[in-house]
Structure formats: structure tokens, C-alpha cells
């Protein structure tokens, strides 16, 4: 039952075994789950895949198609996935909260809502321990971007390129990725600098990141002093000097690019930033959509990487292991100033939100994920790394932890992004032989790996094989 398929594609990869078996798929046909997708949803809802997945059923890094096949799931639905396909531990608490109580809204108090902001908050530096929930990483930016104004009593806010930060109107100011991008106004009192990409960017070397793998960039700095990081930050001072007020209301980056395929900036560059964001007035955003709860596996928020404490964070994705909730962190202070006049989320901490959000914590915990993420995530960035040095597209391997992203050019010394096409081939392929990975880049042009934080060295050595097959066809194609 478990692999009655036949890959369309040869791999000499095995993939590892599994001993769960999914139930039989009885819901709509195919053809009519096609047709209804054409007439009723949204056409701005793409689907992967020249013929797309069916998914029936998940088991921790285990997807099942409506045909039984299995997937290895590395892209964990967008980085979202943070424990596993139903974990055990965090489905029976949700399903015990089901029984239980579903909703109050928070203006009575519950234990499971009190329990967990006093847990998540334990995990957070002095003076980060107030918690505002809500239900979207795009409302829990949109949220830090009102908290900023309202404390600094400051308007101008400032962006990285290449960053994703949401799609509301307000929200879509602060991104900086040309796809998301609509042609109506946004972006008013946002302004956006230069990224720090070390490898695609106009400086960088093979020192720059808080990685085990570097760009293949020469470096000429001498030990403790990063030049690239210097010409960054004085583009930085440059957009501070010429396009923004003499006091700002802050400053938002992701500690790792998530959307534009895990771009790392040079060590100390945040460290820098925020002292210069500071001075001018403003406040530091850490947006820990993609980075935060553990997924660097070193630490458990992306920011704890680059040795600062923002003033305000934000949460969603791995937070609920795909349970829609995110939240807001951030001193007492600048949470006082929210509370000058009425501000409210419905569904934002419920009850069932925070039983699932508690569950994940100790999942994080009682697996050992952080641990497991340093040394799977960094055993798996080594084994990419021998793929680049194999392959004249593989242009970059970078990430830290099961952040990861490989970027793919036409070939090393332009750093020409492969074209769609190409990228969209070699996707397919990975997925004909049962390995899932998602894509960004400005231009799609690099791999996005993110799977759940639960999975093993066998299961890289597997999908290592199979992206590796994958490159090997694209080269016979090409030839």
C-alpha cells in the first residue's frame, strides 16, 4: 500500500521508511476538485504543479495524496508546520479544547489564554513580556507597525528590499517583493533600503554569515572587520539621511529572508542598524514569521542570532503547527500606548488557539527539536554545498538550521537567475519522486527548504539524492 506508485522519474534514492498508513481517500474525484478550483476559488490562488496535489492526509514530515501516494514534506506548508503533520501530543489537546471550549473572546479570562502568554512570554529576554495575540503574521505586523507610530509618535518606517512583511494595505508598504506588489496606493510613510545579500548583493564574501556554508565570494577582510558589512550600512545611513524625517517610528527586517529565499546579512549588520534606527527615535521590529520557534536551531527567535533584543516581535507560522494564530511581543511600555484608546481582535487568543499554541511549546521541548534542527539543518546545508560545488547553477547554498535556501543562476560568475522554467522543471521532478520544496527569490530563482522541524538525517540523505537526480536531468535536458 505504501509505495504502489511508479516515479516518473529514476532516483537511486530509497526513501525512508514509514509505518503509518493513511486512511482511503472518499472525498470529491479529481477532475471535479479541478473544476471547482477553476469556478470557485480565487484565481490569485495558485497551485504548484503542472498536474496539482491532491493531499488527504499528514503524518509528522508525511503527506498522503488522494491516491495513498507518500511525499517527504520539505517546505511544511509554507515553514508553517513547525512540530510535524498532526503531532499526537498537540492533537490531542486541540481535540480535548474542541470538547471543551472553543470560544469566549478575550474580554473574560481563561486559563489556556493566561497559561500561554505567561509561556511564551518566559521565553523571551527582558523587557519583551507582553503578549497581544492575534490570528495572521500580516495583522501581527500590521499591529507592529500601529505600535510603532503610536509610541514614537513618529510616521516613517523602514523596510528592507526583498523583505515580506504581509499583504494588507498596510502591510504591503513595508514589502519589498515586486510579486506581491498591487498596483494601488501603499506604502505611505514606508520606505525601503538596501538588502544586505551577500551574494547577490554588490558586496559580500566568504565570511560574511551566520551560516555553515559561505558564498563562494572572495574575501579580502581581515579577521573582525567585514567590509561588506561597512559599504551595507553606509547605503543604509545614505536612505536614512536622504529620504527619511529627522526622527523615524522604526525599523522592520526578518533576522533570515524568508519569501526571498533565506538571504542572511552580514554578522554584525543588525547590531549596526539597530543602533542607528535607535538614535534616530525609532523602535526595532523583529519579524519572526519564519525564524522563530526554533527554526534556526541555535536559538529559539531568529534575532537571538545576531546578538540584539528588538523592542517589538512578531509571531506567527510555526506558532500553531498550521493552526491559524500569531501574536505580537513587545515591552510594557509600547504596549501602553495601545491602550490610549480601544483596540480589539475577535478570534485573536482563543481558548482553542492557545491550547494548540501551548502543545507546540512542549512539543518544541519534550522532541528535542532545537537540537535536532542544528544538527539535521546543518548536516543537510553541508551535503547542498557539495551539490553547488558539483553544479555551475547551483549558485548558492545558504541558511541556518531548516532555514535554507539554494539559489540557482545560469552560471556562477554572472549569477544570472535560471530562468522560471527551468526552476518550475526541476520542482516537478522532485516532486514525481516524492520530495516537496517551495521556491522565492525576487525572480523564483531560488529553493526554499523549510521542513518540519521533526525530521532526520535519512530523510535529508533521501531528499539530497532526489534534488541531486532532479539537477542531473535538468543537465541532460539542457544538453
Known amino acids: 500500500r505504501q509505495q504502489k506508485w511508479k516515479s516518473s522519474v529514476s532516483t537511486q534514492a530509497k526513501m525512508p521508511p514509514c509505518d503509518f498508513v493513511p486512511e482511503k481517500y472518499q472525498a470529491y474525484p479529481y477532475e471535479r476538485m479541478q473544476k471547482i478550483h477553476e469556478q470557485h476559488i480565487s484565481p490569485s490562488l495558485r ?15 508525511w503527506l498522503f495524496d488522494y491516491e495513498g501516494r507518500r511525499y517527504l514534506d520539505f517546505f511544511a506548508g509554507i515553514a508553517t508546520v513547525s512540530v510535524g503533520h498532526c503531532h ?14 472553543w470560544h469566549t473572546t478575550n474580554i473574560y479570562m481563561h486559563p489556556s489564554i493566561h497559561e500561554y502568554a505567561e509561556k511564551l512570554a518566559s521565553l523571551f529576554p527582558d523587557p519583551l513580556k507582553v503578549v497581544y495575540l492575534t490570528n495572521s503574521g500580516s495583522e501581527a505586523n500590521d499591529l507592529a507597525m500601529l505600535l510603532a507610530r503610536l509610541y514614537t509618535r513618529n510616521f516613517d518606517i523602514i523596510s528592507l528590499r526583498g523583505g515580506y512583511h504581509g499583504g494588507t494595505a ?6 519589498a517583493v515586486g510579486l506581491y506588489k498591487h498596483g494601488v496606493a501603499n506604502g505611505f510613510g514606508c520606505t525601503t533600503t538596501m538588502l544586505p545579500d551577500v551574494f547577490r548583493g554588490p558586496w559580500g564574501g566568504s565570511r560574511c554569515r551566520d551560516s555553515p556554508v559561505q558564498t563562494v565570494r572572495k574575501c579580502s577582510c581581515s579577521e573582525g572587520v567585514c567590509l561588506a558589512n561597512k559599504q551595507y550600512l553606509e547605503q543604509f545611513k545614505d536612505t536614512l539621511n536622504t529620504t527619511m524625517t ?42 519572526e514569521v519564519q525564524t522563530g520557534f526554533g527554526r534556526t536551531g541555535s536559538h529559539f527567535w531568529g534575532f537571538q542570532t545576531h546578538g540584539v533584543v528588538p523592542d517589538i516581535v512578531t509571531l506567527a507560522k510555526g506558532i500553531g503547527n498550521g493552526f491559524p494564530m500569531a501574536g505580537v511581543v513587545t515591552t510594557k511600555e509600547i504596549a501602553s500606548s495601545l491602550a490610549q484608546n480601544l483596540h480589539f481582535n475577535t478570534f485573536g487568543g482563543s481558548p482553542l488557539a492557545c491550547v494548540v499554541g501551548s502543545a507546540v511549546l512542549d512539543a518544541i521541548e519534550e522532541d528535542g527539536l532545537l537540537k535536532n534542527t542544528e544538527d539535521v539543518g546543518t548536516y543537510m546545508l553541508l551535503e547542498l554545498a557539495k551539490l553547488r560545488d558539483k553544479f555551475e547553477i547551483v549558485g548558492d547554498v545558504r541558511g541556518k538550521g531548516l532555514m535554507i535556501g539554494v539559489e540557482m543562476v545560469t552560471d556562477k560568475d554572472s549569477r544570472h537567475p535560471l530562468p522560471a522554467e527551468e526552476m518550475s522543471q526541476i520542482l516537478e521532478d522532485c516532486k514525481d519522486m516524492g520530495v516537496l520544496i517551495g521556491r522565492g527569490g525576487l525572480y523564483s530563482q531560488t529553493f526554499r527548504i523549510k521542513p518540519p522541524l521533526c525530521i532526520t538525517k535519512k ?20 544538453a
Not at 499526537?88 to 471550549?101: D, E, F, I, N
Not at 542572511?264 to 526595532?284: A, H, T
Not at 530523510?459 to 539542457?478: S, Y
Open 47 to 61: 497551485l504548484y504543479y503542472k498536474k496539482p496535489l491532491l493531499l488527504h492526509q499528514g503524518h509528522m514530515q
Open 88 to 101: 499526537p501530543k498537540v492533537t490531542m489537546a486541540t481535540q480535548k479544547q474542541l470538547a471543551r471550549l
Open 170 to 175: 498596510y502591510t504591503l508598504g513595508l514589502t
Open 246 to 287: 529627522k526622527t523615524i517610528a522604526g525599523f522592520i527586517a526578518e533576522p533570515i529572508q524568508g519569501v526571498n529565499g533565506a538571504v542572511q546579512y552580514p554578522r554584525s549588520f543588525l547590531k549596526d542598524v539597530y543602533q542607528l534606527v535607535r538614535e534616530r527615535g525609532g523602535v526595532c521590529i523583529s519579524d
Open 459 to 478: 530523510d535529508v540523505d533521501f531528499a539530497v539524492e532526489v534534488f541531486h537526480t532532479a539537477l542531473q536531468r535538468h543537465m541532460g535536458r539542457v
